[in-house]
Structures are given as structure tokens and as C-alpha cells.
């Protein structure tokens, strides 16, 4: 079956996040030094809803000062404004779409990271963020609903994503069962 769509991955495939100072990490680290314990939940917490650091420090119950509260969302403003394409992201959704092969993007993240993807990638088809969609790869759903937005089936649809230790497309995810989620790794 012909390739009718291509999902990437955000970060990490088609952006990256310079001098990432991880302002959420550093909020669940201030969580730690007041007595909360991590839940095995925190992070699908952070990323299956559209709440912003300080909403999240009051819904996980952090004890954070209003001051470090105020510090981390300059962090996180910083931090965002700071992501950047990677070079070849906008020339590699550019010649897919002229290919008339519909581009999407499918995301774990927390809800202010979507601003930079929306900034830096105005133009895709379907953008599937897990802060949106309330559920994270690789939840059979948030691929299905990408699919669905994309118009295309499952087996058609490509999954293009970073592999480990590497900053530039390797992971390819091939469909399979109804779900572009098993993964084929290929030199780079």
C-alpha cells in the first residue's frame, strides 16, 4: 500500500529544545524537597491535560512558593521561545506535502510546549498533542485519531521518529494491526 501520510514525532525529530532547563523536571524536584513523593502517574498528569506549570504544581500538590512558581514559568517562556526546527524538518514536511502526502505531528508534551510546534510547523495537516487528546503515544488511540485526521488508514500512515542518542530521524515506524506503532530502525 502506497504511503498516504507521514506523522512525525516533535521533539527530537523535527524540533529541539536548546539549553533545555526542564522546568517541569525542576517542578517535581521542589515536589520532592517538600515531602512529596513521585506518583507513578506524574507524568501522564502533565501531559494528558491542558494545564499550565502553575496549575499543575496546585493539581500534583507541590508545595511551591509563589517565587519559585514565578522563576520556573520564566524558565518555561525562556525555554519554549528558545525551541527551534531542526534544518532539515521544514524542507523534508515541505517535499512530503508536495508529494501529496498529508504531514501531521503526534506528541507527548505538556500543554505550553504545543505553542512551539504550532509556531515553528503552521502548515501540517493534523497535529495530535497528547495535552489535547488527553491520552500519550503509545496509546493505540492517539495513532488512530492522527490517522483519522490525516484521512488516511493505519497502513498507509508512517511514523517518523528520533532514536536513542540521535538528533535525527531513525526510527521509522511501520504499520502494523491497524496501528502505525511497530518500529524498524535503519542505519543513519
Not at 27 to 46: C, F, K, M
Not at 65 to 77: D, Y
Not at 94 to 105: A, I, P, S, T, W
Not at 109 to 126: G, H, I, K
Request: overall charge positive; aromatic content about 8%.
Amino acid at each position: 500500500m502506497p504511503v498516504k501520510a507521514v506523522i512525525f514525532d516533535a521533539f527530537g525529530t523535527l524540533l529541539r529544545i536548546q539549553d533545555g532547563r526542564h522546568p517541569y523536571r525542576q517542578l517535581l524536584t521542589i515536589g520532592r524537597a517538600n515531602g512529596r513523593r513521585p506518583r507513578p502517574d506524574d507524568a501522564s498528569v502533565l501531559m494528558e491535560s491542558r494545564m499550565t506549570l502553575t496549575q499543575a504544581a496546585a493539581h500534583l500538590e507541590i508545595p511551591a512558593s509563589p517565587e519559585e512558581l514565578a522563576f520556573l514559568e520564566r524558565v518555561l517562556v525562556q525555554e519554549i521561545a528558545g525551541i527551534e526546527p531542526y534544518p532539515d524538518g521544514p524542507p523534508a514536511v515541505k517535499l512530503l506535502q508536495r508529494m501529496d502526502v498529508r504531514v501531521g505531528v503526534c506528541s507527548n508534551l505538556a500543554y505550553p510546549y504545543r505553542e512551539a510546534v504550532l509556531r515553528c510547523y503552521p502548515d501540517l495537516d493534523a497535529y495530535a498533542f497528547s495535552c489535547d487528546l488527553g491520552v500519550m503515544k503509545p496509546d493505540p488511540a492517539i495513532y488512530r485519531w492522527s490517522c483519522n485526521q490525516l484521512g488516511a488508514e493505519p497502513g498507509a500512515t508512517w511514523m517518523l521518529q528520533r532514536a536513542p542518542r540521535s538528533k535525527a530521524c531513525r526510527h521509522l515506524q511501520k504499520p502494523s494491526r491497524g496501528n502505525p506503532s511497530s518500529e524498524v530502525l535503519f542505519p543513519g
